[in-house]
């Protein structure tokens, strides 16, 4: 059974940083390609960072620069640095494999709250 548990969230003024872990289970991070999502409040699920199973990175083009995700393959977790908040990073953030999809198994993610 493939699950996933996201921590690391919070409240954050502009300009702040966080960084979110995933813990895997079910799921091999090093063999599989595995991303970031994240849904604003009102808006569709967008994916905004993977991480293919050969270790190449890919961003949204707006996060660039920004956003680093990565992952550790002997805990088997997937991280994400967020730097340089900004309202709009505000969000539930979940991981998940970078082919799933709404009829997969998705955890309960963390908020992100950028506020000052």
């Known amino acids: 059974q493939v699950q996933f548990v996201e921590s690391g969230g919070g409240l954050v003024q502009p300009g702040g940083s966080l960084r979110l872990s995933c813990a895997a289970s079910?799921?091999?991070?090093?063999?599989?390609?595995m991303a970031w999502y994240r849904q604003p409040p009102g808006e569709q699920r967008e994916l905004v960072a993977r991480?293919?199973?050969?270790?190449?990175?890919d961003y949204l083009d707006s996060l660039r620069g920004r956003f680093t995700i990565s992952r550790d393959i002997f805990a088997n977790m997937v991280h994400l640095q967020m730097n340089s908040l900004t309202l709009e990073d505000t969000a539930v953030y979940y991981c998940?494999?970078?082919?799933?999809?709404?009829?997969?198994?998705w955890g309960q993610g963390t908020q992100v709250t950028v506020s000052s």
């Open positions: 991480i293919n199973s050969g270790g190449s990175r």
């Open positions: 998940n494999s970078a082919s799933a999809t709404d009829f997969d198994s």
């Open positions: 079910g799921i091999s991070v090093r063999a599989n390609s």
